[in-house]
């Protein structure tokens, strides 16, 4: 990654009117949260087939709960990073400008961001088994697993999306459209292998946007950016937001 770089993808996201940022979980890992994939990754200690799919519920839900309840502990420990910083005070200063992400993690919220598109819903959130009921629910560590519907006593599920489930929707056909007609795609911190968060990119492309990638691996995507940033989020978005040249919001209301 070099300065030309950096100033290019500046210079797009300044002409842009309609902006899509995808983030994965990169964006979170200088928070201190875990990617799945790669070295240290949580798939390279824990099996996806045992925690992450509904016939692992069904067959031990305090055990998916378990594992769940520990990574709910371990998140609500973490802050949002410059990352998710920059992102939420871009969602103020540029025009058009969604998130969709695929993290469960709530740091853009917590950074700030208003409208998040989650595709993989919310690990804050949690649904009743009978009634589909989704609620919000902050309690780390839980007193009883698996947690149980206040209102009817069925087990309740984390709100998220697990392996061989479909994606909400509405939520998949939103971020369809605003990657069809977004002018520039920043993909951050993602592996781009799983799909349909993965075609997102592929569809912006189709509908003739540019496509900056920040990420310090190859991935999929890598060969069809216009711009590939190599590096960590943390340190490429400030910079970015550097050569943006955009005031800071409370400067501006001065
Ligand atoms: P992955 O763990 O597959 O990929 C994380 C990506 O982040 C990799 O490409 C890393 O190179 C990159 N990365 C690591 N540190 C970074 C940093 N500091 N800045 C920028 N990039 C960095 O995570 P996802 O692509 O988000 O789904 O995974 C997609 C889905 O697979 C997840 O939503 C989850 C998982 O299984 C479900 O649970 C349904």
């Known amino acids: 990654m070099n300065d030309t770089e950096v100033f290019a993808a500046a210079a797009l996201l300044r002409g842009s009117k309609r902006t899509v940022v995808l983030t ?3 964006i979170s890992a200088e928070s201190g949260i875990p990617t799945f994939r790669g070295e ?21 839900p305090a055990l ?15 802050d949002p990073n410059p990352a998710h910083k920059v992102l939420a005070r871009w969602e103020t200063q540029l025009p058009g400008l969604s998130i969709v992400t695929q993290n469960i ?18 690990i804050w959130k949690v649904r009743c088994t009978k009634e589909g009921t989704v609620s919000a629910n ?30 909400e929707m509405a939520v998949l056909e939103l971020a369809g ?36 990638e920040i990420n310090p691996d190859i991935t999929p995507l890598t060969h069809l950016a216009h711009l590939s940033l ?8 400030p910079l970015i937001e550097d050569r943006l040249g955009i005031e800071p919001l409370e400067d501006r209301q001065r």
């Open 24 to 26: 994965g979980a990169g």
């Open 40 to 60: 240290d990754g949580l798939w390279n200690r824990f099996r996806a087939e045992d925690l992450a799919t509904l016939a692992a519920f069904q067959k031990d």
């Open 64 to 78: 998916v709960w378990g594992w769940y309840d520990w990574r709910r502990g371990l998140i609500s420990k973490v």
């Open 105 to 122: 993690d709530g740091l853009h919220q917590k950074a700030g961001s208003k409208s998040v598109i989650e595709l993989h819903g919310n």
């Open 138 to 167: 902050n309690e780390t560590r839980f007193e009883e697993i698996p947690p149980r519907c206040p209102t009817c006593g069925a087990v309740l599920r984390p709100h998220v999306v697990w392996f061989g489930e479909p994606l």
């Open 177 to 212: 459209r605003l990657s069809t007609m977004c002018e520039v795609m920043v993909v951050v911190g993602t592996s781009a292998l799983v799909h349909p968060a993965a075609s997102l990119p592929l569809a912006a492309l189709e509908g003739g946007a540019r496509l900056v």
């Open 230 to 237: 190599r590096g960590r989020a943390g340190d490429i978005l």
